[in-house]
């Protein structure tokens, strides 16, 4: 039987499957010349290390558990929308910022994020309404800003194209590429008080995507701290996925500098042989060291969060915070003495605490004494608790009231019978709990016998009467020790958001668990007149 195809088709066809072949070759050769030269853009001079990734899930939970680790909670942020400068890149950029801060906090809950507004009025517009309404709704402390401020397209870019055509029987072709171009984010931290920015809270970060063949398969590469992060992708991806990574990476940053948590032992990079992060470690100290009082409550807080201090997180010295310094600096292996200077603060941050043992008993801070504080509106002096007899509280409002209209405001003082650690939950009309202190505004537990708690007092919230006029409970627990490491993250949570909790039977029962049963407990009933 003969063939129908004409001789000089066969002949051709061959031709042609030898000229697709030789295509392909030589797209491999673009290919491979495309990535030399983009790595050599992105790497610089010297070969840095090279790690493949699919993303920075890993780091993000990493991350989780290093707030736990550095007792990081209470932490509130609005993020804005985060535009695109360039006006080139289609993609929910606020949405993966909030993914990944979700990702963040899984465990730790340390993050507490508003997603609100378009622009600086409404912004301005929310801060100011949140100052006037209850609890649930206090001003937010920092504000994410930023955008996508660089997309560089086609900065390397090679492509072979072959096309045939001989009607009606062939009409073939083919087109080989290799590209690269370059993505940019910068992101900020605010103050929300006055919207100034947090020198150094800052993430400038970007990503070299490259494309090759047809367009089906691609990389993106990260640079951080020498350290070169290759990601693969397909085209359904692109240039969304390499975005994903950069908010990601900028997450991850902007709460490490924002908490002062060593963000970069998540990212895998080694702190003893890298400058940029030895000069980030200088720069935090010498910025904390600059207001002395930062310095020493951020070590009061992190000795007693470790056991070797119980005392006030004040920001002043005291015997108690000199003998936990000195102690610590020695289990560091380093000089035995009271001095929190540059080498130790390094030598912190780069520590594995989980190694460091608790000592046996931590030091205990002798407050001085103080002539005892009277109750509301002129009520007798509180009565101090007899020597080993047991831990007393007491709630009121600050003028004895029980009742209130709907919608009143009303103050409460909390007076503990001997200086203790106090929080405190609002069970609301929907039997929903919160706890209200300690708080953002107010992170330290610790409240004397001598000066009572005055809730709100100074701080930026609001108690008040629901507007249907429901019963409301307050309810205050004491120890003598803090029980802040000992609780359950459920117990814990945010400040001014709803726990997942059932009852206050729980967190009494928490409460007493962590403190080995020496807990004080009083309840205010919020009633309607």
């Given amino acids: 039987m003969h063939s129908t195809v004409p001789s000089f088709v066969r002949r051709f066809a061959a031709a042609f499957a030898c000229a697709l072949s030789l295509a392909a070759c030589q797209t491999l050769e673009v290919k491979r010349e495309t990535l030399d030269k983009t790595a050599a853009v992105a790497k610089g001079p010297e070969s840095a290390p090279f790690r493949s990734i699919t993303g920075f899930s890993s780091a993000l939970r990493c991350m989780d558990h290093l707030m736990i680790d550095y007792g990081v909670r209470d932490v509130t942020m609005l993020v804005e929308e985060l535009a695109d400068a360039t006006k080139k890149i289609n993609a929910g950029t606020r949405d993966m910022l909030i993914t990944a801060m979700s990702d963040m906090t899984k465990r730790s809950r340390a993050v507490r994020l508003v997603a609100y507004g378009k622009d ?67 992101l900020s931290v605010l103050r929300t ?67 002062r948590t060593p963000y970069w032992s998540c990212l895998g990079a080694d702190a003893s042989a890298n400058e940029e992060i030895r000069q980030e470690m200088a720069d935090w100290y010498y910025a904390m060291a600059s207001t002395p009082r930062e310095l020493i409550s951020y070590f009061q807080y992190q000795m007693r969060r470790r056991g070797f201090y119980q005392g006030p997180v004040d920001g002043a010295f005291n015997p108690a915070i000199d ?18 200077d540059q080498g130790f603060f390094q030598s912190f941050l780069l520590a594995d605490h989980a190694k460091i043992p608790r000592p046996a008993q931590p030091a205990v801070a002798t407050l001085p004494a103080q002539p005892p504080a009277s109750g509301p509106q002129g009520a007798p002096p509180a009565a101090a608790a007899p020597a080993g007899g047991p831990l007393r509280l007491t709630v009121a409002s600050a003028n004895n009231q029980t009742r209130f209209a709907p919608g009143e405001p009303f103050s409460l003082v909390v007076r503990p019978s001997e200086d203790a650690y106090v929080w405190c939950y609002l069970q609301d009309e929907k039997a929903k709990i919160t706890r209200f202190y300690p708080n953002r505004f107010a992170k330290d537990p610790l409240v004397l016998a001598a000066q009572p708690l005055t809730l709100p007092g100074p701080m930026r919230f609001q108690l008040a009467m629901n507007a249907k006029g429901l019963k409301e409970t307050v309810s205050c627990f004491a120890t003598r020790r803090d029980v802040s490491t000992a609780l359950p ?21 928490a409460f007493a668990q962590a403190a080995g049963g020496a807990v004080a407990e009083e309840t205010f009933h919020v009633q309607a007149k």
């Avoid at 100011?128 to 397209?153: H, L, M, N």
Wanted: net charge negative; aromatic share 6%; no cysteine.
């Fill in 193 to 259: 008080d006055d919207l100034s920015l947090l020198p150094g809270v800052t993430s400038r970060n970007s990503v070299v995507i490259l494309r090759h063949g047809k367009g089906f398969d691609g990389d993106a590469a990260y640079h951080k701290f020498g350290i070169s992060y290759a990601m693969n992708f397909s085209q359904s991806e692109g240039q969304s996925q390499a975005l994903r990574g950069l908010v990601e990476l900028a997450v991850i940053e902007l709460m490490g500098k924002l908490t």
């Fill in 489 to 509: 993250g459920a117990m814990v949570g945010t400040d001014f958001e709803p726990l997942v909790v059932g009852s206050i039977d729980q967190i009494r029962t």
């Fill in 120 to 186: 600086s009025t409404n912004v301005i517009s929310f801060l100011q309404s949140a100052q006037r309404q209850s609890a649930y709704d206090v001003i937010p402390q920092f504000d994410i800003k930023g955008s996508i401020t660089q997309w560089d397209e086609n900065l390397i870019r090679d492509q072979k194209d072959l096309g045939v055509s001989l009607r009606p029987f062939v009409n073939l072709g083919i087109s080989r590429d290799a590209a690269s171009s370059i993505l940019a984010l910068d």
């Fill in 323 to 340: 003998e936990a310094i000195a102690n610590y600096r020695a289990a560091l292996g380093l000089s035995r003495e009271a001095v929190i």
